[in-house]
């Protein structure tokens, strides 16, 4: 499904996590495979939201038909993006 192309989608495509605790670590994977189906990866990664702004859009991803998002994956890629929000400059 390629749709509209967003100024994000043309910024870079990974977050290097290397410094990242494990666990981070983990839902990156999650986070890469999970959110990239639709889009590019970059769109999320170059879209600077808050933690209550990221809780909104995961979920509205979600409920996208076809997401393949459940509540338990998208609240841990949720966890992911407020813990990279804070740490990774833009
Ligand atoms: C089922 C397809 C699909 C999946 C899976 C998906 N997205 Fe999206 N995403 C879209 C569409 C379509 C748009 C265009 C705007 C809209 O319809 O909300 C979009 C737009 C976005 C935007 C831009 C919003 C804006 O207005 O600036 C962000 C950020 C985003 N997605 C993040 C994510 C994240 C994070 C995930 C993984 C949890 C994800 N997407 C998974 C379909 C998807």
């Given at each position: 499904m390629v749709s509209q192309i967003y100024p994000?989608?043309?910024?870079?495509?990974?977050?290097?996590?290397?410094?990242?605790?494990q666990e981070m670590q983990r839902s990156y994977k999650i986070f890469a495979s999970r959110c990239s189906?639709?889009?590019?990866?970059a769109r999320p990664i170059n879209s600077d939201f808050s933690a209550d702004k990221w809780q909104k859009y995961v979920y509205r991803m979600m409920n996208?038909?076809?997401?393949?998002?459940t509540k338990e994956i998208s609240d841990e890629i949720i966890r992911f993006l407020i813990y990279d929000h804070q740490i990774r400059k833009k």
């Amino acid at each position: 499904m390629v749709s509209q192309i967003y100024p994000a989608d043309l910024g870079l495509a990974y977050i290097d996590v290397s410094s990242y605790p494990q666990e981070m670590q983990r839902s990156y994977k999650i986070f890469a495979s999970r959110c990239s189906r639709c889009h590019t990866l970059a769109r999320p990664i170059n879209s600077d939201f808050s933690a209550d702004k990221w809780q909104k859009y995961v979920y509205r991803m979600m409920n996208k038909s076809g997401s393949g998002l459940t509540k338990e994956i998208s609240d841990e890629i949720i966890r992911f993006l407020i813990y990279d929000h804070q740490i990774r400059k833009k």
